[in-house]
């Protein structure tokens, strides 16, 4: 099973990096066989969408197509989103036009909120408000917002109570997050799916 994790915020050394990389070697503890494609789209960054895509600009496509394929070879998602003023960062929306080709199409998606102080609850509900339509990712009922994120998740094993609850709950969120990953093949190739006449959702 493959896992695609992307970190939305535009900071090259950004705290939502280190949380991808965490997940990343997290998921390959509970199951060697496990690969993973990590993008941190503060090293990695998108243009602005434009539709110069539809007509397969190589501008959109060049930096578009070798991620978007990536993705379309994973079988679940994790979005981290940092709170940045209330919001999701515009690189992670921003991202979303471009998964709207299909790469995300009925995977299912674990959202991980993250805030270097006690919020983080906004993008949690800003991702399961919009996101998801164009994208068809379906998100999972568990989400996990990473608080005082500079002091967790910073070592091999938790150094406090916090860092030990935050990492029990990214364990458990992630092997819910694995098995509806093997569910939701099922649901891709049972035929009820109809991209061409309903690619915008509903
Ligand atoms: C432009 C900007 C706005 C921010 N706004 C918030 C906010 O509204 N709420 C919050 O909890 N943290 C906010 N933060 C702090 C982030 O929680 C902090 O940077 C954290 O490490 C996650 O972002 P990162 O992945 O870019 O490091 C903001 C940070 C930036 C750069």
């Not at 199951?31 to 600009?57: C, F, Q, R």
């Not at 091999?156 to 939701?184: F, N, W």
């Amino acid at each position: 099973m493959k896992f695609a994790i992307v970190s939305g915020s535009h900071r090259p050394a950004a705290q939502s990096g280190k949380v991808a990389r965490f997940i990343g070697s997290h998921l390959k503890t509970l199951n060697p066989e496990y690969s993973t494609y990590v993008l941190e789209l503060g090293k990695a960054a998108l243009p602005l969408w434009e539709e110069g895509i539809w007509n397969k600009d190589p501008k959109m496509l060049g930096p578009w197509k070798p991620i978007s394929e990536e993705i379309s070879g994973a079988d679940a998602f994790v979005a981290i989103a940092p709170e940045w003023s209330g919001m999701v960062p515009a690189a992670l929306k921003n991202f979303f036009l471009f998964a709207s080709d299909g790469c995300l199409y009925h995977k299912p998606g674990l959202i991980v909120g993250v805030s270097a102080s006690r919020n983080g609850a906004y993008p949690v509900a800003e991702l399961r408000t919009s996101s998801y339509k164009n994208t068809h990712v379906q998100y999972i009922s568990e989400h996990v917002i990473v608080r005082n994120v500079t002091e967790v998740l910073n070592e091999e094993t938790a150094v406090s109570e916090e860092d030990s609850l935050i990492r029990k709950r990214l364990d458990y969120s992630l092997r819910v997050l694995a098995e509806y990953g093997k569910a939701l093949r099922g649901v891709r190739v049972s035929g009820v799916l109809n991209r061409k006449d309903f690619p915008y959702g509903m």
